[in-house]
């Protein structure tokens, strides 16, 4: 059982930055993505990216959000900039078991922490 600690959320103004890491217990081979849930609203994909690097964004954070993974250190990274009152959620991060592709899609992943809160200010 892979067990996915996330750390990093806090609260910014509007324009700030934050990095979120997630630290999994095991080594995780798989697609691995981020998650996000605002209040009142359903859960939706920020980004993925496979073992060996291939990424994907949901539109609204191209160009602002950057996944990355070290896998030495079993840690998945979202570094956050520009970002906005929208961006306000609980952020999730999660491993696909089997999963080899880039996706956003929920539905695909089996593993998920408990999330770390991030608040925007405007």
């Known amino acids: 059982q892979v067990q996915l600690v996330e750390t990093g959320g806090g609260s910014v103004q509007a324009g700030g930055s934050l990095r979120l890491s997630c630290a999994a217990s095991?080594?995780?081979?798989?697609?691995m993505g981020w998650f996000r849930q605002a209040p009142g609203k359903e859960r939706e994909g920020v980004a993925a990216?496979?073992?060996?690097?291939?990424?994907t964004y949901v539109d609204s954070v191209k160009g602002r959000f950057t996944i990355s993974r070290d896998a030495a250190k079993k840690t998945l990274f979202l570094q956050m900039n520009s970002l906005k009152p929208e961006d306000t959620a609980m952020y999730y991060c999660?491993?696909?078991?089997?999963?080899?592709?880039?996706?956003?899609?929920?539905?695909?992943?089996?593993?998920w922490g408990q999330g770390t809160q991030v608040t925007v200010s405007s």
């Open positions: 999660a491993a696909g078991r089997g999963l080899w592709y880039p996706s956003v899609s929920e539905n695909e992943y089996n593993y």
């Open positions: 095991g080594y995780i081979y798989s697609t």
């Open positions: 990216i496979t073992s060996r690097g291939t990424t």
